[in-house]
């Protein structure tokens, strides 16, 4: 504080003037110290709740966090089953193809069977004896082959049914809700 030149040194004078100063100066800190307390408790009353929010967060994110692993584990269940699937469908279908082929031989021989067999009934009754084999030849050969189209319509029930898993896996609700998940695994899983 600067002292007026022309006015008496006095130190007590002075002094009393500091001390004036101070108060008045005292004063006004204690107003903005009043006008601020309320701002303070607003501020208080703000990080309290901003704390109680990030907690919740940090809930709602751990949550998040099982949620996903759930899912996570239940996808590649499914992903698991849909390969389980695809194979035991694979291997009925080559099976129902190859005894298709089977069928189809065998309905070429009992052809052949049947031709033979008219041709010895032509023939003669010196050959009733060949055409007698022949016919129970024929019958053996029937019977595979009803047996062979009993394999064959057993193996396109399961391939139906194989589908039908397969359409029913697909239609499941975890399947649709894993759907990003298999996205996420067709984008990134060929760049590790």
Do not use: Y
């Amino acid at each position: 504080m600067k002292t007026d030149p022309a006015a008496p040194a006095d130190p007590l004078n002075l002094l009393r003037q500091q001390l004036i100063l101070a108060q008045v100066r005292i004063m006004e800190l204690e107003d903005a110290c009043d006008e601020l307390e309320p701002q303070v408790a607003r501020l208080e009353k703000l990080l309290t709740t901003a704390q109680t929010l990030a907690d919740t967060k940090a809930d709602e994110a751990a949550h998040l966090e099982k949620v996903r692993a759930g899912l996570q584990g239940q996808f590649d269940h499914l992903r698991h089953m849909q390969h389980v699937t695809n194979e035991a469908l694979n291997v009925c279908r080559a099976e129902a193809a190859a005894l298709a082929e089977r069928e189809k031989a065998l309905l070429s021989e009992t052809e052949n069977l049947q031709i033979l067999t008219r041709q010895l009934a032509e023939s003669g009754r010196e050959q009733l004896a060949k055409i007698a084999s022949l016919e129970a030849a024929l019958s053996t050969r029937d019977a595979e082959l009803a047996a062979a189209r009993a394999e064959v319509t057993t193996r396109l029930a399961r391939i139906t049914e194989l589908d039908a898993e397969q359409r029913a896996m697909k239609a499941s609700r975890s399947w649709r809700w894993s759907a990003w998940l298999r996205s996420l695994e067709r984008t990134f899983g060929g760049k590790r």
